[in-house]
């Protein structure tokens, strides 16, 4: 946990959407401030030692990133979510990945 917090301090200070521009970057994690700000969306699924990966875009990808901030998907955490993808509320921070049972979300940024 300690390597992401540090990967997430270095990513702050130099700009993650510069690195970005040079190199695919994949992401995994569980902040919907970062998930906001990636090219593409999947949600990652693990059911029963199963995993199953669904891309998501426009009001699925809203939905989700609502879900991600509050637990449950309303007026006040869509409009959030909303915010996030105008690119209103800026962060630098990573997540991590989930046990059996539990999502994650993988983005991606192109070049």
């Known amino acids: 946990m300690r390597a992401a917090a540090e990967l997430a ?5 130099i700009g993650g959407d510069r690195v970005a ?3 695919q970057v994949v ?6 401030q970062i998930a906001a700000r990636a090219d593409r969306h999947f949600v990652v699924t693990k059911r029963i030692g199963r995993a199953s990966v669904e891309l998501v875009d426009g009001r699925e990808r809203e939905a ?10 309303g007026d006040v ?11 209103e509320h800026p962060s630098a921070a ?18």
Do not use: F, N, P
């Open 9 to 13: 301090a270095h990513l702050g200070r």
């Open 21 to 23: 521009e040079h190199r």
């Open 27 to 32: 992401v995994v994690t569980h902040l919907a």
């Open 64 to 73: 989700e990133l609502a879900r991600m901030l509050s637990g449950t998907v």
């Open 77 to 87: 955490s869509l409009a959030h979510a909303r915010q996030l993808l105008d690119g």
């Open 94 to 111: 990573v997540g991590t990945a989930t046990g059996e049972g539990e999502r994650a979300e993988i983005v991606r940024a192109d070049t």
